[in-house]
Structure formats: structure tokens, C-alpha cells
């Protein structure tokens, strides 16, 4: 299992928050439950139609946020707000675009190299945030792990 951790910002507001994530992923790592995470920056938000899209970062981005959305209409999970669409209208020029907003932290868990959780999220009706999916790497619960999304 690997784990992918996005973080709005490294700022000293998150680091605390952050810290906690990575002292857990780290604890998971030298237990044998997670092979290895990776942490990344997403940013506040992302605008798929955007220059910046079209890039190897920008079309891997999409591709998250897509598979995510995937991931919970096929496991009846929902990640709303958390990776909430807005329709935005620039005052200068007049265009209107959708951005995506990404929460504080994120977290993406791969079995196989196939999304199969993501954090976080509202499953069978409880929330599921970051940290809470940590400690249950820690505890070595696979009880949540829903089916990873299909091909």
C-alpha cells in the first residue's frame, strides 16, 4: 500500500497539522503497513482549463481529481466539499471558469497502484478525515478499504 499526501500549503499555519500526517505515515512505514508516501502541494485551488493544465503537473492534477471523483461515485462515498467545484467570474476580463478547491490536507491511498481510499470523505455516513484514516493505518484497519476504483 502507498499513500499520497497533498497539502495546501507548507506554511507555518499547516505545519502543525502536517507534522501530525507525516509522524503517522512515517510510524505506518517503519510498521510495515504502508510501503511508502509520498507529499505533495496542491495549492488553494486549480483551474483545469487553465495554461498551467496542459502541463505533465497540470494533467497530473486533473487526473487526481478525477480519479477521486471516480472513487467516490463508485463506492457511494461523497468528498464534498472537499474538493469543491466553483464557478468563478473574472472582474477584468470577463471570462467565467470553474476552479477546484482543495481541502487543507489530502490524502490518497493506493493498493496495487489503484486508488482505493480517500481522505477526506464521508463514508456509510461518517466523516473520515486525514488524520482519523492514519491512525487507522496505524491500527492496521483495512475495515474502510473500499474496493479500489475499476479500470
Same mark, same amino acid.
Given at each position: 500500500?502507498?499513500? /499520497?499526501?497533498? @497539502?495546501?500549503?507548507?506554511? &507555518?499555519?499547516?505545519? $502543525?497539522?502536517?507534522?501530525? %500526517?507525516?509522524?503517522?505515515?512515517? !510510524?505506518?512505514?517503519?510498521?510495515?503497513?504502508?510501503? /511508502?508516501?509520498? @507529499?505533495?502541494?496542491?495549492? &488553494?485551488?486549480?483551474? $483545469?482549463?487553465?495554461?498551467? %493544465?496542459?502541463?505533465?503537473?497540470? !494533467?497530473?492534477?486533473?487526473?487526481?481529481?478525477?480519479?477521486?471523483?471516480?472513487?467516490?461515485?463508485?463506492?457511494?462515498?461523497?468528498?464534498?466539499?472537499?474538493?469543491?467545484?466553483?464557478?468563478?467570474?473574472? !472582474?477584468?476580463?470577463?471570462?467565467?471558469?470553474?476552479?477546484?478547491?482543495?481541502?487543507?490536507?489530502?490524502?490518497?491511498?493506493?493498493?496495487?497502484?489503484?486508488?482505493?481510499?480517500?481522505?477526506?470523505?464521508?463514508?456509510?455516513?461518517?466523516?473520515?478525515?486525514?488524520?482519523?484514516?492514519?491512525?487507522?493505518?496505524?491500527?492496521?484497519?483495512?475495515?474502510?478499504?473500499?474496493?479500489?476504483?475499476?479500470?
Amino acid at each position: 500500500m502507498t499513500v /499520497e499526501l497533498g @497539502v495546501r500549503s507548507i506554511s &507555518e499555519d499547516a505545519q $502543525p497539522l502536517l507534522d501530525r %500526517a507525516v509522524e503517522g505515515l512515517d !510510524r505506518a512505514v517503519e510498521q510495515g503497513t504502508l510501503h /511508502e508516501y509520498d @507529499v505533495f502541494v496542491t495549492g &488553494e485551488t486549480f483551474t $483545469p482549463t487553465s495554461a498551467a %493544465a496542459s502541463t505533465p503537473v497540470g !494533467r497530473e492534477m486533473a487526473s487526481r481529481v478525477a480519479d477521486i471523483r471516480d472513487w467516490a461515485s463508485e463506492v457511494d462515498a461523497s468528498v464534498a466539499p472537499y474538493f469543491e467545484q466553483e464557478q468563478v467570474e473574472c !472582474r477584468f476580463t470577463d471570462q467565467q471558469y470553474t476552479r477546484v478547491r482543495f481541502p487543507t490536507l489530502c490524502l490518497s491511498e493506493f493498493h496495487d497502484g489503484r486508488l482505493a481510499f480517500v481522505a477526506p470523505a464521508r463514508v456509510d455516513g461518517d466523516l473520515v478525515d486525514v488524520l482519523d484514516r492514519i491512525e487507522g493505518l496505524l491500527a492496521d484497519e483495512q475495515k474502510r478499504v473500499v474496493a479500489p476504483v475499476s479500470e
